[in-house]
């Protein structure tokens, strides 16, 4: 896209059966969009594809997802999280993301999947205080080291639950509480 959007207050709802499925390269840009992705997005196939990922990053989001999610994928452990996505139009939508190494034949990481379905509002609204506050550290710091620190917030925030990242996420996901 060759203008930021304009990110609004309109917030684009999933249905329960939805799907939204992405396929990536290794650099995280896009190889495959389900048509579901493109309708809620509001892309067409041509604007995602080769693109980064990122294109529908919001604001809102905290970089220290992201980073939490690479380091778990590098790693070769899939990844679960709450995401609030950009649509073209300056839309909103929350998922519930589940990304996962695509592996060839030699076990050898060649991109990326991620299929993302609807979140309930009650764990929406657990992880909002949550990316704020990450998203203060990352504005009140620089670079890669806010990143970090908000990462760290994170963490810490997860390792109080007693449970690993993974578990907090898909607990959220199924209770919409801890």
């Not at 709450?82 to 839309?91: A, E």
């Not at 205080?129 to 908000?150: F, H, N, Q, V």
Request: net charge positive.
């Amino acid at each position: 896209m060759s203008q930021p959007i304009a990110p609004s207050n309109n917030e684009i709802l999933l249905n329960n059966g939805d799907l939204i499925v992405s396929k990536t390269c290794l650099k995280g840009n896009i190889t495959y969009a389900n048509r579901h992705f493109m309708s809620i997005a509001g892309f067409t196939e041509q604007q995602l594809l080769q693109q980064p990922h990122s294109i529908i990053r919001h604001p809102d989001m905290p970089r220290g997802v992201y980073r939490m999610m690479w380091q778990s994928l590098r790693s070769g452990r899939e990844f679960f999280g709450f995401v609030k996505n950009l649509c073209s139009d300056g839309s909103f939508y929350w998922v519930f993301a589940n990304v996962t190494p695509d592996l060839d034949e030699k076990g050898e990481v060649r991109g990326y999947y991620s299929v993302r379905r609807k979140p309930s509002r009650e764990a929406i609204e657990a992880v909002i205080p949550l990316y704020k506050k990450m998203c203060e550290i990352e504005m009140a710091g620089r670079g890669s080291s806010a990143i970090d620190e908000s990462m760290k917030f994170l963490t810490d925030w997860v390792d109080s639950t007693g449970l690993s990242y993974s578990q907090v996420a898909l607990h959220l996901y199924r209770h919409g509480s801890l």
